[in-house]
């Protein structure tokens, strides 16, 4: 495991926080960086209720894809919904602690959440959720476990070492950086030896801070398709 034992990652006290800076620099041109991943675990009865409503909807979909663009998973009308808003407002909390960075209380912040399925031969490619000045945290959490990785591509580090897999588990949740660049692998059957009936699901999501909606509502281009899913987010105080 390359990146545990990588000399740049800093000790911390709390283990769901990982963390990679650069090394004290002794020139002015020497690497610049700072990769935050904080890992927790929400239980196992939210995630299924979780997949269970994701898997609803998209039956109602006629079986098509959802375009996750065109929604955000934090309108539906669900107990189970603001479960997961609070949980991940706690997170958010907890991450920003450990970085002693202030955080932005819940009738500030903005989110948007949509849910993913993916099947036999689905994959998605690498991306990164925001690379601007306004960026800020993006997240991920799983809902199933066939036996699939979530794989990071850090700055200057992976070019030489790969990514860093984190292995999606019923639960596992990862808050990162929303610059932060990852993808998902092919899910092959005759590797991971799923039933046809297995998929994978997953909730990722976007939040957003004041300046960043103030921006994109200035500067309104209604044929950007991502600053219009920006523009669906919602306040956590009103989740």
């Not at 990852?182 to 046809?196: A, G, M, T």
Request: neutral net charge.
């Amino acid at each position: 495991m390359i990146f545990e034992d990588h000399p740049s990652r800093v000790p911390c006290d709390n283990p769901k926080m990982y963390l990679w800076r650069n090394w004290q620099r002794k020139t002015p041109f020497a690497p610049m960086f700072e990769i935050p991943v904080y890992l927790d675990q929400y239980d196992t009865k939210l995630s299924t209720e979780i997949a269970m409503l994701i898997d609803r909807e998209e039956c109602q979909w006629d079986n098509k894809r959802f375009n996750w663009l065109t929604y955000n998973i934090f309108d539906w009308d669900s107990p189970t919904i603001k479960n997961l808003a609070d949980r991940i407002y706690q997170t958010y909390l907890e991450y920003n602690t450990e970085l002693n960075h202030r955080y932005i209380p819940k009738d500030q912040l903005w989110i948007r959440g949509w849910g993913l399925v993916m099947r036999e031969g689905n994959y998605i490619k690498h991306h990164s959720h925001a690379f601007h000045e306004n960026s800020y945290i993006s997240g991920n959490l799983s809902l199933s476990e066939i036996g699939t990785t979530t794989d990071y591509y850090f700055p200057y580090l992976s070019w030489y070492f790969g990514y860093w897999k984190v292995k999606n588990t019923v639960g596992g949740l990862a808050m990162f950086p929303s610059w932060l660049e990852h993808k998902v692998d092919p899910i092959i059957k005759s590797r991971l030896y799923i039933k046809p009936s297995q998929v994978r699901y997953t909730v990722a999501f976007d939040m957003f801070t004041p300046s960043s909606m103030e921006y994109a509502r200035k500067n309104r281009n209604e044929n950007s398709e991502t600053q219009n899913s920006q523009l669906l987010s919602k306040l956590m105080s009103e989740i």
